[in-house]
């Protein structure tokens, strides 16, 4: 735990509860002659405190986009696939009390458990130092991702983008896609989205699509700022 802290730059006052965070159920159960609780309980007040956080860092940088639209992406941001992608990043496996069944069978790698865990530490953390400190965390580790367009899978910034021009007469998108580079397995596309010929925003993608999508997030970044 202390080569935990050391890595995320932090040192709890409680050490029990940074330890229980990443203390799984097979453990408990393998260890029941000592006072070991599972991370169960922090968990469920990790996805709280994460919901919030998502919720406040979308509220206050999406000021165009509409609740059903911050809805989506707060699901997929806050989903199993990406929580395991939080937790690997910060290689939380590695530091993962198993029992011995759970460790032989790949525990450390088991997706529900490293979302588990990136929950249960976020609660912990929020128990420990409070709200603010959380959400320090969350702006270290998930928003940077939210910025850079991760989650733009579950968005349509495109349509985004269209309806917030909509509110001016006489102006026209257009999407280019000006470059592409790499092989043909590992292809790179580089977009850039026009209004009245003149470029608000560059997207790069392994796909035109997914190119066109970033470009007019960056758009859409830039008028919100």
Known sequence: MEQLEKQLNLSFHDHDLI???FTHSSYVNE????????????????????ELGVSQYLYRNNEHM??????????????????????QDLH?????????????TGGRERPA??????????GALYLDQGF??????????????????????????KSQLQEYIQQYKNR????????EKGPSHNKEFIANVFINNEVVGEGIGRTKKEAE???????????NA
């Open 31 to 50: 260890h029941r002659k000592e006072v070991f609780s599972d991370n169960e309980r922090l968990e469920f007040l990790g996805d709280a405190v994460l």
């Open 92 to 104: 939380f496996g590695d530091y993962l009390l198993l029992g011995k069944g759970e460790e032989q």
């Open 66 to 87: 509409p609740e059903g639209e911050m809805t989506k992406l707060r699901a997929a941001i806050v989903c199993e696939p990406s929580l395991v992608g939080f937790a």
């Open 172 to 179: 026209v998108i257009e999407y280019k896609i000006v470059n």
């Open 19 to 21: 330890r229980q965070a």
């Open 132 to 157: 603010d400190i959380a959400l320090d965390f969350l702006k270290e580790h998930v928003f940077p991702k939210i910025k850079a367009g991760t989650f733009s899978h579950a968005m349509d910034y």
């Open 213 to 223: 999508q970033r470009a007019a997030k960056i758009a859409l970044d830039t008028f």
């Open 113 to 122: 458990i490293l979302a588990d865990v990136f929950e249960a530490f976020l």
